[in-house]
């Protein structure tokens, strides 16, 4: 008989239940992880409420979940630099390593990528995760499980600061205060970007993104953002606008935004992707348009910067939920969007 394990599992939209599951084995090329913390991200709630993102769908029963971290309890045979104890971070995806993308280092545009709670993967709303270690990043001993699994929205935001050329003395406005304009703000912050004006409608995000150090932050329900934005840099615009909500007009108002010679970075997906934009915002300054698809060659430069205080990652966290009550945290997510800045699950 197969060891068990708990794991909540999908079984329809909005149907999360605790079961017992096979707990996996340890191949030899794998370490066995003890998941501890789990954040609770954008896309889990998607597949949870709607049963897709475009076009991966979920076929029950499925796990959700992926931005995990752990502690070692079983090391491969073929493994060597883990021994059980060692505390980890998993970066969620596991490239092909062969392709041309994976080659030149941009493994997240890999096709063959298995990822963490991207259907039919499973994810790691579970007890246990037998994972490759090319994968794993150890965390230092002052930093929390709490703090390894938001490894991985940070890693977006340092992907979403990178494509718009984060540097001393920039100047950024950042579309949307949820979980990934926050962590997009401290990824900013930490390079050196000074002016960083951000906006959003929800108060206690408001607050979050000012405690976190925005320079100013707009209501958008209440002002308009590009006559404050241009106020405040002389008529001529930010060096980077990143859009994190996917919300139409926030897209619409980038290309107002952004300075001459200036870059535009869409990270945030609504469900309304074909969208009028005018082009003539952007033509004559010579601005860029960038995209993010989640991140690479992230994780380590991004623990290492936790790990030496320069980002505050764990004061996101506004709510934290055992496995046991996962079905009762995610319709809570999904109930109270607005009172949430970012959920975590501890196993
Ligand atoms: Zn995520
Ligand atoms: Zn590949």
């Not at 060597?80 to 969620?92: C, I, T």
């Not at 709303?125 to 490759?132: C, Q, R, S, T």
């Not at 004559?284 to 989640?294: L, S």
Request: hydrophobic fraction near 40%.
């Amino acid at each position: 008989m197969p060891e068990k394990m708990k794991a909540a599992v999908m079984h329809g939209i909005r149907d999360v239940r605790l079961e017992e599951i096979d707990k996996p084995v340890c191949g030899d090329n794998q370490i066995l992880v003890k998941v501890h913390t789990v954040g609770v991200c954008g896309s889990d709630l998607h597949y949870y409420t709607e049963g897709a993102i475009g076009d991966f769908v979920v076929k029950p029963p499925f796990i959700l979940g992926h931005e995990s971290a752990g502690v070692v309890c079983e090391v491969g045979k073929s493994v060597s630099g883990f021994k059980v104890g060692d505390r980890v971070s998993l970066e969620p995806g596991v490239p092909c390593g062969k392709c041309g993308f994976c080659k030149e280092g941009r493994y997240n545009l890999c096709s063959h990528v298995i990822f963490f709670a991207t259907p039919p993967v499973d994810g790691v709303f579970a007890e246990y995760v037998a994972y490759p270690p090319e994968w794993a990043f150890k965390l230092p001993d002052n930093m929390s499980f709490v703090e390894g699994a938001l490894i991985e929205p940070l890693s977006v935001g340092i992907h979403a600061a990178n494509q718009g050329g984060a540097d001393l003395g920039k100047s950024a406005l950042i579309f949307g205060c949820g979980c990934i304009g926050l962590v997009t703000l401290m990824a900013l912050k930490s390079k050196g970007v000074s002016d960083i004006y951000m906006c959003d409608m929800v108060g206690l995000r408001m607050e979050k993104a000012k405690e976190l150090g925005a320079s100013a932050v707009f209501d958008v329900s209440k002002c308009d953002v590009i006559d404050e934005v241009m106020k405040l840099t002389d008529g001529q615009g930010v060096d980077m606008v990143y859009e994190m909500t996917g919300a139409e007009k926030a897209i619409q108002s980038c290309g107002k935004a952004v300075k001459r010679g200036g870059t535009v970075v869409l990270v945030g997906m609504g469900s309304k992707t074909s969208i009028m934009f005018d082009f003539g915002d952007i033509l004559f300054k010579e601005a860029e348009i960038k995209t993010v698809f989640r991140y690479r060659n992230i994780y380590g430069g991004a623990i290492q910067a936790v790990k030496g205080g320069s980002i505050p990652l764990k004061k996101i966290v506004s709510h934290s939920y055992k496995l046991n009550n996962i079905s009762e945290a995610l319709e809570y997510h999904v109930q109270n969007k607005s009172d949430i800045i970012k959920m975590v699950i501890e196993m």
